[in-house]
DNA sequence: CTTCAATGTGCAG
DNA sequence: TGCACCTTGAAGT
């Protein structure tokens, strides 16, 4: 689930469900990990939550402490409204509970799987989000596509690599990564310092309206209006029956199954510990001049 | 039933 | 470079 759309998503709904509301904060089966920190929260008023990059930050009243939430790669906060308050389950480390004066109603946000989940002064904030790239999620300077041309124009790295550096792009994870490179039919091994800077910008607006998408609907979604049906269909006989939970992809977990444009078979590799994937004839290895 | 891989990152060696 | 983190769902036996 989580690349930078779902922090973003996460901190809209965290902000719609709790903003100006007083929380009761705790950490039922946390292990005594955030014990502490849920207890200084605690019947504070939320007042809103942003996000940047794949990070998380949540604003208490009373306090210039700030909730940093990190879910790593499989963590979740799952947001919910009921009647009763449901017993946790698994090892919730963190659980937010607001009740509605008027008719009784709880909602709740539950924290699991988190890779970080802590409190952090303004100036440890700061410190962290200084060691962030661009995010195309955000607004204005925050967003700027040169920033991370700065360092991808002239890296002898790939530029799969590079896009998946939180400190050159913040929130690109691996399915926006391999997702982007083949809507730009992108050699996912070329060095960055190979790219025009045009290219880059092409890359960037596509990316700024991908994720925005992503927010909106909270998933990734990445196929061109032209090749849903095509999708679609091998989505289906893929799957064989199985829901699917996933969005619908070009290249992304497809390894040995045809190019939705060109039929070759998608190939997968591992790069910098993780799985990319790439059609290597809408792809092509690149040549430079000096390599012809 | 068990095992493994996953949209991620930090740290040990 | 590989593991730990510690959850979920798919895949294997």
Known sequence: MPEGHTLHRLAIDLTDAFGGSVVAASSPQGQGRFEDGAAQLDGRELIAADAWGKHLFVR????????????GLYGKLRIAGA???????????????????SDGRVTWADLRGATACELLTPEE????VARLGPDPLREGADADPDRAWARIGRSRKSVAALLMEQDVVAGIGNV?????LFRHRV??????????????Q???ADLVELMHLGVAVNRIETVRPEHEAAARAAAKQYEGGRRRRSGLSYVYRRDGQ???????QVRTEVLVARNLFWCPRCQPRFRSRAQR
């Open 60 to 71: 208490f009243a009373g306090t210039e402490l700030v909730l940093h939430v990190h879910l």
């Open 83 to 101: 009647d009763v308050l449901p017993d946790p389950v698994g090892q919730v480390r963190l659980r937010l509970v607001t009740t509605d004066r």
């Open 125 to 128: 904030r700061d410190a962290l």
């Open 176 to 180: 926006y990564r391999a997702e982007l």
């Open 187 to 200: 050699d996912p091994f070329r060095e960055g310092r190979s790219m025009r800077v045009g290219r880059w």
């Open 202 to 204: 092409e890359m960037w």
């Open 258 to 264: 045809p190019c939705l444009v060109c039929g070759t």
